[in-house]
């Protein structure tokens, strides 16, 4: 796992493959991977979808590290350092840790969000998107079928329902 600057982490990625197939490193070092998972969000009442680094500053790495291909990886620009590294020496990640990790990744492109997130009735949230942003209320019944809500809100002091996506809600 190579330490990368915090953001740059698709620049540095880019700029090592580019080194790599300039160099004729490609048979050394055979993948080089950011960690992500997707997320879901809304804005202006639209569902996006974007790509979310489970590990922000970090690039695996798949190579063996003999002597030239370290200097090289620490040589491009954006890479800090190796994780792990104590006196010049390097410990690579387990086989374990690794499978863990591309598991994870796996796992997370699979499942959608919408799904991993079932509201209980009577369990408090707040409204994230909407004419009712920002206001708190309580579930009062969850259509699964159309990923729905109905959220009882308090108003003028009185309880108002208001039928909202699950992605326009999140649980306090």
């Known amino acids: 796992m190579v330490r990368a600057l915090s953001g740059k982490e698709k620049q540095v990625k880019e700029r090592l493959e580019n080194e790599i197939n300039r160099m004729g490193f490609s048979e ?16 202006k009442g639209k569902p996006i979808h974007k790509e979310k680094n489970l590990f922000p500053g ?4 798949n ?10 990886i620490k040589s491009i620009t954006g890479i800090v350092g190796f994780l792990g590294e104590k006196n010049g ?3 690579p ?6 499978a863990r990790i591309l598991g994870k990744m796996d796992e997370l492109s ?11 009735v009577g369990e408090p949230v707040k409204i994230t998107d909407g004419a009712f942003n920002g206001l708190n209320g309580f579930v009062e019944e969850v259509y699964e079928d159309k990923k729905r809500l109905k959220v009882m809100v308090k108003i003028f002091e009185r309880k108002v329902p208001v039928e909202l996506r699950f992605m326009q809600v999140e649980k306090e």
């Open 93 to 98: 990640l387990r086989d374990d840790e690794v």
């Open 110 to 120: 699979e499942t959608d969000e919408e799904i991993n997130n079932p509201f209980i």
């Open 28 to 43: 050394l070092i055979s993948q080089v991977i950011i960690p992500t998972e997707k997320v879901y969000q809304v804005r």
């Open 63 to 72: 190579t063996v590290l003999d002597g030239e291909i370290k200097h090289f």
């Open 58 to 61: 970090y690039i695996l790495v």
């Open 89 to 91: 020496k390097i410990d």
